[in-house]
């Protein structure tokens, strides 16, 4: 991928949110609406924020339900086909398989491993007592025999998937570039660094659109890498 940063842009205002897409577009490989965005304007609105822009779309849903209802979620998304798109890989072997079988053939599935909100505290909380890294690796065992593109994970874990699945397609946020707040992330690295360990991916948020001019944000940390 020529460009490797995908900015987030987790605003609820369409106007907004296409302002945002249109100042960054000559810096960025993509844009990421989420859920927030989704919830609140649907398809018209992902279509508002990408018409004219040359960028793949990431549709960053994190899907979790039972298989058949997120192979309904998925084709129900076909109209706005995303470049790439999020499931949960908790949601096992079943779930994971039905959203590959239900997408797009150009629709990249990734399933999203550890929340990069969480550290191994977090995880010992829930029950998951071994830790971000293993937890990571054996969900990425899971979403591969499943079939899908790749996963989503922090940068800390990423060069271990890459090196037991080569071939998989890492999407990693939790990037943040030196000297950024990193604010509710755990689990984070610079860009340059992430890229070096494997990312396929680079989802940045914040740092561009929080910043006073996001053109030259985007265009920074694109010089960096």
Do not use: Y
């Amino acid at each position: 991928m020529a460009n490797p940063i995908f900015v987030a842009i987790d605003v609820p205002d369409v106007a907004a949110a296409r302002g945002l897409a249109q100042a960054v577009a000559r810096h960025v490989g993509g844009i990421k609406l989420g859920l927030e965005f989704f919830c609140a304007h649907g398809p018209a609105g992902i279509a508002a924020v990408t018409e004219g822009l040359a960028l793949p779309l990431f549709l960053d849903l994190k899907l979790h339900d039972i298989p058949n209802t997120v192979a309904g979620a998925v084709r129900s998304l076909a109209g706005i086909a995303p470049s790439i798109l999020t499931v949960h890989a908790a949601g096992g072997h079943a779930m994971l398989a039905a959203a590959k079988a239900a997408a797009l053939p150009g629709t990249r599935v990734v399933a999203v491993t550890v929340l990069t909100s969480l550290d191994d505290a977090d995880l010992a909380a829930a029950g998951v007592g071994d830790g971000a890294a293993v937890q990571v690796a054996r969900l990425a065992g899971v979403v591969r025999g499943a079939g899908l593109d790749g996963v989503v994970c922090s940068p800390h874990e990423v060069a271990a998937v890459k090196a037991a699945w080569p071939d998989s397609f890492a999407v990693v946020p939790g990037v943040r570039p030196a000297g950024s707040a990193v604010g509710d992330q755990k689990r984070v690295m610079t860009p340059a660094d992430a890229l070096a360990a494997g990312a396929d991916v680079l989802v940045i948020g914040r740092p561009i659109t929080a910043a006073a001019d996001p053109a030259a944000a985007a265009a920074s940390i694109a010089a960096s890498l």
